[in-house]
């Protein structure tokens, strides 16, 4: 993709497939948080990443074995560093909603993912660096609006949860936690994307390259939400929802979720190593704005946001324009 229009869809295509991941969990039926948080990070941490290694060429393979086990070794421990972002966001989402969790979390997850590259000199410094500042500061901006105009206090959890959060200053400091580590997935990408270049040069297509990321980073998320998920079960006393009696449905929204994740991750891959892409750093901020904007639409559309009085619906709305403004001075050049 050679134009910077065409990037931008990408980012977008991408930010919308990961906002989609949350839906399912409205439809699940008789599973706690617990089981839910298993079921996608089988699907969307083991599954699709390990299908997505299958399918690259021996040559891809041929290169990849070459690669010192430090740079896998450092990915993963991003990965872990992500999963625990996943635990407190997925306790977020289900306590306060679809809109909040995408919205608040990210925004932090944005102001991380897109500063500390650059200041640690892994990635060039933008080329227009006022333009990059009031992008990143849009788009922080037009979510916290979003997450303020939503907190309309705590609302019933979505899902069983382990833990109940009667505080909301509780619930912030968790959602902060989260915003802080869910960077570690954009954070692994910044710092290893020199291999990804390599990998580039040597032949490989971009979205195939992305995989000497994407396969430590989602298995390091998984031996975190796995575990964690199965302790918790155990200690309700819930293991028995894995394997009944809703589990053929369940698990098919935890197989939608996982596609919606894949989805996501092969679009980013691709957007971020095409020609004429955006640093990772900046590839990161433009997906979160467009993430917590589908995660606005998609609130609407699932009736999250019905019975809402219209000056939030109209700051919200507000709010969506702001991010997208945001994503597009990011990617000025």
Not at 213 to 242: H, N, Q
Not at 312 to 326: C, E, P
């Amino acid at each position: 993709m050679r134009t910077h229009a065409g990037t931008l869809l990408l980012f977008a295509a991408s930010g919308f497939f990961q906002a989609a991941f949350a839906l399912p969990v409205r439809y699940l039926r008789g599973w706690r948080w617990e089981q839910m948080w298993v079921g996608q990070s089988v699907t969307a941490n083991l599954v699709f990443p390990l299908i997505w290694a299958a399918a690259a060429s021996p040559a891809f393979w041929r290169h990849a074995i070459l690669i010192p086990w430090t740079h896998w070794l450092f990915v993963y421990a991003w990965g872990l560093v992500w999963g625990l972002g996943g635990l407190a966001w997925g306790l977020t989402l289900t306590r306060l909603g679809l809109a909040f969790a995408n919205s608040f979390v990210y925004g932090v997850t944005a102001i991380a993912g897109a500063l500390l590259p650059l200041a640690a000199g892994a990635v060039e410094r933008p080329p227009r660096p006022i333009l990059f500042g009031a992008g990143l500061a849009l788009s922080v901006l037009a979510t916290a609006v979003i997450g303020l105009l939503k907190r309309a206090g705590i609302q019933e959890p979505m899902l069983p949860m382990p833990s109940r959060f009667h505080s909301y200053p509780a619930l912030i400091a968790t959602a902060v936690f989260a915003g802080f580590a869910s960077a570690g997935y954009g954070l692994a990408f910044a710092f290893a994307f020199p291999m990804i270049r390599n990998l580039i040069s040597a032949g490989q297509s971009g979205v195939t390259a992305t995989l000497v990321v994407v396969l430590p980073a989602y298995l390091g998320a998984a031996s975190v939400a796995i575990p964690a998920g199965i302790v918790v079960a155990a200690r309700s006393e819930s293991l028995r929802l894995f394997v009944r009696p809703h589990a053929a449905w369940n698990w098919s929204m935890a197989l939608v979720m996982g596609l919606c994740a894949a989805g996501a991750a092969l679009l980013y891959g691709f957007a971020g190593s095409s020609t004429g892409h955006p640093s990772p750093n900046v590839s990161f901020g433009v997906f979160i704005s467009f993430l917590v904007l589908g995660a606005n639409l998609l609130g609407f559309a699932s009736g999250e946001m019905r019975g809402m009085p219209y000056a939030t619906r109209t700051g919200l709305v507000l709010g969506a324009v702001g991010l997208v403004a945001g994503a597009c001075l990011l990617n000025a050049r």
